[in-house]
Each structure stands twice: as C-alpha cells, then as structure tokens.
C-alpha cells in the first residue's frame, strides 16, 4: 500500500492550493479516504473524508473553505483549499482511516505573508 501527496507549498493568506494524493496497493474506488493534517506541536487531526459511493464530511473549520474529491480512474485524491488561513499551516497526508495510522507521504502547506 503506498500513498504519495503532493501540492502543497507556500501560500499568502486568502490563497489556494490543490492537493493531490495517489495510492496503490489496494482497491482505491472500494475505499473511503480520508485527509488528515499535523501542525507543529499539535497532534494529529482529520480535515475530511469521502466515501466509495462520494458522500463527503469536513472539519468544521474548513466548511465551506476547503473541497475533498476523488478521481477512481486515476486512483487519485484530490483536496482543495481555498481561502487558506493561518491556521491550515501543517503537513497534509491522506491515509485510509481517520486517525491517520495508515497516512503515507505527506505534503507541506506553510501559510505567510
């Protein structure tokens, strides 16, 4: 099982960033994935999850900021921050459960201006 994420960088206050995760080693469309984040000091903490059949739940603090989405065909995850805060800073992974022990390669958001 392998999970790689990828997209993450620097960004200004208000800005965007497009994550993208793709996985092998299992069936990917049968899954429900999940994204989950770490910033520094903090522990562990799941952002949103999508199901095989595309039902989505978030975090309440990225409501409405933030969009999870899955493309089967490319066993791919996708997570879309918009309207990025301060806050959002930490390392992003996608993982297979929500407490994150299955979280591959994470990818970076560092948020500054």
């Known amino acids: 099982v392998r999970l790689v994420a990828s997209g993450g960088g620097l960004v200004q206050p208000g800005g965007s960033l497009r994550l993208s995760c793709v996985a092998s080693?299992?069936?990917?469309?049968?899954?429900?994935m999940y994204w989950v984040r770490q910033a520094p000091g903090k522990e562990l903490e799941w952002v949103a999850d999508?199901?095989?059949?595309?039902?989505?739940y978030y975090l309440d603090s990225v409501k409405g900021r933030f969009t999870i989405s899955r493309d089967n065909s490319k066993n791919t995850l996708y997570l879309q921050l918009d309207n990025i805060q301060t806050e959002d800073a930490a390392m992003y992974y996608c993982?297979?459960?929500?407490?994150?022990?299955?979280r591959g390669q994470g990818t970076q958001v560092t948020v500054s201006s």
């Open positions: 080693g299992f069936v990917f469309e049968r899954q429900i």
């Open positions: 999508i199901t095989d059949a595309g039902k989505k």
């Open positions: 993982a297979r459960d929500i407490q994150g022990i299955t």
